[in-house]
């Protein structure tokens, strides 16, 4: 009897179990260490891989991973014909986009510089502009970004988006390609990256950047720590060329007690909580694809190995 290796150190399995049992009822799913003979599983829902890698699992076919972004499944090192799929779910995208347009508005309304005000006793008015104009500008225009883009449209921001390859999206300004990106930031008061982490976006938060965007702009990144070069975020922040980020993802994560991001007043610290799957949502879309796996076929929201995402 094949069975299901579930690795994570941040989800539950107890939550998936349920759902994903209602519409599997023969599921045989098995929590990492105690997973038995490793000759048994022939499909993984992980976050990050075992230490030991996934290599004794010598009849694997598909890893889903429990997560949208799949950086930390250091897929090179998986073993070749091993598919993946990410997970994409309506709960993850409606929360993301919740997440970009309150981070989105906070500064837009001035909030920061008021809480910062507000405990020097500092009564400064700022006057409010609608939203129309400051662009927001959407570094990733996937199932994350291209949802949150909307959301920021129907706030009322001007909105702007970037993706490799050309995209249509209504009422947004799409850009794509290298030079795209800069076209893009020259316009944005308000940068979101929601780009996966690969060779190719390694870093993308950089001092380029912050000096294609006109000065007192502002970032929040939501991606993952790798796309954030960090010490040209604190040199643009105090020059004044960026006013102020919002960080949810960290190189390290826990962010180390003695980063200075965390005492910045300029820089707002999450602990990576932008958005999160919800288990009861998702459970169709992995049992979906334990069956496609099982039957040799492709997997929904399979990953380009070689793209990275
Ligand atoms: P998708 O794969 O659906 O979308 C990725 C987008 O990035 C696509 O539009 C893609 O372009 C674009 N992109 C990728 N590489 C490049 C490049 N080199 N140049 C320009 N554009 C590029 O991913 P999701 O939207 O589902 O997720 C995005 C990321 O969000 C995840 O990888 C993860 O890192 C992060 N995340 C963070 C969470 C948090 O809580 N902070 C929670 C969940 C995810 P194209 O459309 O042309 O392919
Ligand atoms: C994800 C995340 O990739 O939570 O889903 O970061």
């Known amino acids: 009897m094949p069975a299901v290796l579930f690795c994570s150190n941040l989800d539950d399995p107890e939550e998936w179990r349920p759902p994903m049992t209602k519409l599997m009822p023969d599921l045989e799913l098995r929590v990492y260490p105690k997973f038995g003979n490793p000759l048994d599983i022939d ?12 290599g004794q699992f010598k009849n694997l076919k598909a890893i889903l991973a429990l997560g949208a972004g799949v950086n930390q499944l250091d897929l090179p090192s998986l073993p070749k014909g091993v598919v993946v799929a990410r997970l994409v779910d309506e709960v993850l995208g409606k929360a993301m986009a919740e997440f970009c347009v309150l981070t989105a508005l906070r500064y837009h309304r001035n909030l920061d510089v008021h809480e910062r005000n507000s405990r020097l006793k ?7 502009r609608p939203a129309a104009q400051r662009s927001v500008g959407m570094m990733g225009l996937g199932a994350l970004g291209g949802q949150a883009a909307k959301l920021l449209k129907t706030v009322g921001f001007t909105v702007c988006g970037w993706s490799r390859a050309p995209k249509k999206i209504e ?12 076209k893009m930031a020259a316009k944005c008061g308000i940068v979101i990256c ?12 950089n001092k380029k950047l912050f000096d294609a965007m006109p000065q007192g702009s502002y970032l929040i990144n939501l991606g993952r720590g790798g796309h954030l070069t960090e010490a040209d975020l604190l040199s643009a922040i105090a020059s004044g060329r960026l006013a102020g980020a919002t960080l949810d993802v ?7 007690e003695d980063h ?6 300029q820089i707002t610290v999450t602990p990576h909580v932008a958005s999160t799957g919800g288990a009861d949502t998702a459970a169709q879309l992995m049992v979906e694809n334990i069956r496609r ?14 793209k990275g995402y």
């Open 194 to 205: 929601l780009l996966p982490l690969t060779p190719e976006t390694q870093g993308i938060l």
């Open 122 to 128: 500092k009564w400064e008015y700022i006057i409010p």
């Open 43 to 54: 499909v993984a829902m992980v976050w990050r891989p075992p230490q030991e890698g996934m």
């Open 171 to 182: 009422g947004v300004e799409c850009f794509s390609g290298p030079d795209g990106l800069y």
């Open 260 to 265: 200075p991001f965390w005492n910045h007043p």
């Open 293 to 306: 796996a099982r039957a040799g076929q492709p997997l929904v929201n399979q990953v380009d190995r070689a």
């Open 250 to 256: 960290f190189n390290t994560e826990p962010l180390p």
